[in-house]
Nanobody, 126 residues
Framework: HVQLVESGGGSVPAGGSLTLSCTAHGLIYRRYCMAWFRQAPGKEREGVAAIYPSGNSADYVSFAEGRFIISRDNGKNTLSLQMNSLEPEDTAVYTC????????????????????WGQGTQVTVS
């Protein structure tokens, strides 16, 4: 039974930082591309960042480039998203996702390829 469990969400003032975590259970974690998505109220879900199985390469969408850092620990089955210089527009539910055989910008633009999803964690920037 595969589970992705996010944590670390909360409220933060504009300009602040927040780090999200995702712990994976029930899968061979090192084989999976991992990604963060977000969905703001009234908007479609959008990709944020994806990291390849080895952790040596990652891709970001434009709004995340230079502000967010995605990382993973394959020994602990964890995924992180460090978010800096947060803006009210970053307010959303952030969700981690896992997929084999896809990654990078293609996967971020095609969320339907992801096999597993977490429940999400709320981030509010005011």
């Amino acid at each position: 039974h595969v589970q992705l469990v996010e944590s670390g969400g909360g409220s933060v003032p504009a300009g602040g930082s927040l780090t999200l975590s995702c712990t994976a259970h029930g899968l061979i974690y090192r084989r999976y591309c991992m990604a963060w998505f977000r969905q703001a109220p009234g908007k479609e879900r959008e990709g944020v960042a994806a990291i390849y199985p080895s952790g040596n390469s990652a891709d970001y969408v434009s709004f995340a480039e230079g502000r967010f850092i995605i990382s993973r620990d394959n020994g602990k089955n964890t995924l992180s998203l460090q978010m800096n210089s947060l803006e009210p527009e970053d307010t959303a539910v952030y969700t981690c996702a896992a997929v084999v055989n896809n990654c990078g910008h293609y996967a971020l633009e095609n969320p339907g390829v992801f096999e597993y999803w977490g429940q999400g964690t709320q981030v509010t920037v005011s």
